[in-house]
């Protein structure tokens, strides 16, 4: 039975983009060197720090926080707050405006005064105006939100509402993250791991994205698997490693969801369990991770782990390869295909991209 090897990446993020998918191969991992990183996949996120030295083998890029606005977490016992807040949920913007800004100017609340902040930096209900939203954030954080400190600490660094002030967003960041904000804590663990705003200072990063992951933050849990994986800042551990993968996992991380199936499918750090394993690839690959696509298509394609379906190792084949993931093993493994078969496939893959690509 051959093995799935751990993704080889770079850890880190660059300004506004999510890091890249790293690569894999179904072969020994004992005998194979750490595969190349591929291309990243931007997608607008929190700014965070660029893509650091230190390159762990066995881990994969952890993401930025998910919003570099948070959502106003209302405050329990003040049901003005609620009816703010839930306005917003209900996508009545000018309604949680008016609301929270009464509740701003006539009692000081700094939850409206950080959702005034969210509604001015999105153009939600208002027309957007980061300098206000500036304003707001401010006034909120001043008054102790955490929330609001982070978001002021992203806007300080992407420059929105005045100048870059790294500096400032750390300070920021930093107090967010010790009043519990796991975004917070999040970033400047990248930070920290990035060594170029601050210092590199891995056990530092590490404790970040520790008290993130405990928060139940999926990014966080993603990344502290890697450190774990590698030993970075901390103690190598892939029993540790595997439990975080799997929470991350069950939260949907689809990077995670490809690394906690390899590890599955190989037993490290957990007991070896093939089927839940070719399950997690198959869930990643019908989420468009051209990793779990390559790899279910190995799996498909050789009968490692499931019934050999070349058609359908075929479709998830061409899909990866539409992704940049080409594969010319697999390229040969389905080269004595007949032409039933191939056609099949091959009208397997316009249906999936008909109906997953716009």
């Known amino acids: 039975m051959k093995c799935l090897r751990p993704i080889g990446v770079a850890l880190g993020c660059t300004m506004l983009a999510s890091g890249a998918m790293a690569q894999l191969s179904i072969t020994p991992p004992a005998q194979t060197p750490p595969a190349k990183k591929e291309a990243p996949k931007p997608k607008v996120h929190s700014p965070v720090a660029k893509k650091p030295t230190p390159k762990p083998a066995a881990s994969a890029t952890p993401k930025p926080a998910a919003s570099p606005t948070p959502s106003p977490t209302p405050t329990p016992d003040d049901p003005n707050v609620d009816l703010v807040y839930g306005a917003y949920q209900r996508g009545m913007y000018k309604t949680a405006f008016d609301l929270a800004i009464a509740r701003a100017q006539n009692n000081n609340d700094a939850k409206a005064m950080t959702m005034l902040g969210e509604l001015y930096a999105n153009g939600l209900g208002v027309k957007r105006d980061y300098a206000k939203a500036d304003d707001w954030y401010k006034r909120a954080s001043d008054a102790g939100d955490r929330e609001a400190m982070f978001a002021l600490a992203m806007m300080k660094i992407a420059g929105r509402g005045g100048a870059v002030d790294k500096d400032g967003a750390v300070k920021l960041l930093a107090s967010s993250a010790k009043l519990g904000e796991p975004k917070a ?113 190995h799996v498909l394609a050789t009968g490692a782990g499931a019934p050999v379906d070349k058609v359908e190792a075929l479709k998830w084949h061409t899909v990866a390869k539409t992704a940049g993931k080409g594969d010319p093993d697999l390229d040969d493994i389905l080269a004595d295909m007949s032409p039933e078969d191939r056609a099949k496939g091959e009208a397997a893959v316009r249906k999936w991209i008909g109906n997953n690509v716009k």
């Open 185 to 297: 804590a999040y970033n400047l663990a990248l930070l920290y791991l990035d060594g170029q705003t601050l210092p590199q200072d891995l056990k530092r990063s590490a404790e970040l994205l520790r008290m993130a992951a405990d928060a139940g933050s999926p990014e966080a849990q993603y990344a502290l698997a890697t450190f774990y994986k590698e030993g970075t800042g901390v103690p190598k551990d892939l029993e540790k490693a595997s439990r975080l993968l799997q929470a991350a996992s069950l939260a949907d991380n689809v990077d995670a969801e490809v690394e906690y199936a390899i590890a599955l499918y190989n037993g490290a750090g957990t007991p070896r369990n093939v089927p839940a394993a070719v399950a997690l690839l198959r869930k990643a690959a019908r989420q468009n991770s051209p990793i779990a696509q390559n790899r279910l298509a």
